[in-house]
């Protein structure tokens, strides 16, 4: 059904594969902080991911969010502009604009 796709298809990535180029899958078996396990290999520095000053594990971020799901639940199941813009955001839109000095956010 699909003639030569395949093999070419197979031929590309035994090329990307060849060059170094071939990204795998890596797992992380730890939380995400500065250094992370992947495996059974030694701590790796994570120079990849947005938490670069380590708020995902910081004790209060955790606390925080802990709290957030008691009181609000997980998600919104859809954008604000469809099913409502909750009163946690303006006061956090709030905070941002006092913040920054500006009229709004």
């Known amino acids: ?10 031929t590309e ?3 990307i594969r060849a060059a ?20 059974r290999n030694a701590p790796v520095l994570n120079m990849c991911a ?7 594990s910081h ?5 925080a ?3 957030a799901l008691d009181e609000w639940g997980y998600g919104l199941a859809s954008v604000r502009f469809i099913c409502g ?4 955001h303006k006061q956090l839109e709030d905070k941002l604009t006092d913040f920054l000095g500006t009229e709004d956010t």
Request: no cysteine.
């Open 59 to 63: 004790p209060d971020v955790i606390t």
């Open 85 to 88: 813009t909750q009163t946690i």
């Open 50 to 56: 947005n938490n670069y000053l380590g708020l995902a």
């Open 20 to 39: 170094g180029l071939y990204k795998g899958e890596r797992v992380i078996d730890t939380p995400q902080a500065a250094r992370v396990g992947v495996g």
């Open 1 to 10: 059904m699909y003639g030569n796709l395949k093999t070419i298809l197979q």
């Open 13 to 15: 990535l035994d090329e």
């Open 65 to 67: 969010a802990r709290d």
